[in-house]
């Protein structure tokens, strides 16, 4: 019987590699609800890692999405709560808009506090400069 | 009759030579971990706001206190900065304080990136806390 004296290795090595690149790129789409287009504000400082989180996502035309669903802003409440309710220590991503007003995201964050929200984050693009 | 060449494999290497493929993959992995954060979005941990009653810093014991004016003026602890300013003075504020806490409140009609870059500066200066203040008029 006739024994192969080398295992080839390299395409289960590029099967690896695309795997794990495959991982790295939809791993935090899955996990973060960054589908709706927003200009968030760029900054220097990051310090969320990327997690599971409820993202509450204000719009320049004043609209207002829960993980990517859109809802009224009186609904607001009730979607967070039950959101969290899943797990109270959730991260909760407040992605705004770079033009909108300051007072409605204070407006925001004042609704996702009264939820409960014990972790609250403003989403920015990490700046390179 | 014409002589069909036969291939001969016998120069070929025994083994695959992978140091070439592993150093292009691993050059890969690291060029995705160092730009991944460019791509995806990241955040600042806040405070979520609290509300004050009158102005703000009235009834405040805190030593960095930051008011954004709607004209793009900036309060420092009631007193009128420059944002290059308020860049020198907030290491030496917060290395006297004992939270690092940054208090930032603004007037109505201020954007939402003023505010961003103000926090993105605090943190960048030290504070240990940074927190949104709702003023009740």
């Known amino acids: 019987m006739r ?52 993202t509450v996502t204000y719009t320049i035309d004043s ?16 979607a967070v709560t039950s959101e969290l309710e899943k797990d109270p220590y959730q991260l909760v991503v ?22 409960g929200a014990k972790r609250i984050a403003c989403a920015i693009k990490k700046s390179d400069g | 009759m014409r002589r069909r060449k036969r291939l001969r494999f016998d120069n070929q290497p ?12 691993l050059a890969l992995v690291i060029g995705f971990i160092v730009s991944i954060p460019l791509f995806f979005e990241s955040g600042i941990f ?17 030593k960095v206190n930051i008011h954004l004016l709607d004209d793009g003026g900036i309060l420092l602890n009631e007193q009128f900065v420059t944002y290059e300013k308020l860049d020198e003075l907030l290491p030496e504020l917060l290395a006297r304080s ?19 870059n103000i926090l993105d500066l605090a943190k960048q200066q030290g504070a240990g806390e940074l927190a949104l203040l709702r003023i009740r008029k």
């Open chain 1, 3 to 54: 024994r192969m004296d080398n295992i080839n290795i390299l395409p289960l090595a590029c099967v690896g590699l695309m795997l794990v690149l495959m991982m790295m790129v939809i791993g935090p789409m899955i996990m973060t609800h960054t589908q709706t287009p927003v200009d968030v504000p760029k900054a220097h400082t990051a310090e969320t890692k990327i997690e599971e989180n409820i």
């Open chain 1, 63 to 78: 609209r207002l999405f829960v993980n990517d669903v859109e809802i009224a802003p009186e609904q607001l409440i009730n």
């Open chain 1, 94 to 115: 407040i992605r705004a808009d770079k033009n909108v007003l300051h007072k409605d995201v204070l407006e925001i964050l004042s609704k996702v506090k009264k939820c």
């Open chain 2, 14 to 25: 025994d083994e695959l030579i992978l140091n070439s493929l592993v150093d292009i993959a």
């Open chain 2, 46 to 62: 806040v405070n979520a706001p609290g509300v004050a009653k009158g102005k703000a810093g009235e009834v405040s014991d805190i």
């Open chain 2, 98 to 116: 004992i939270e690092r806490k940054v208090i930032i409140s603004t007037e109505p009609n201020v954007q939402y990136q003023r505010v961003i």
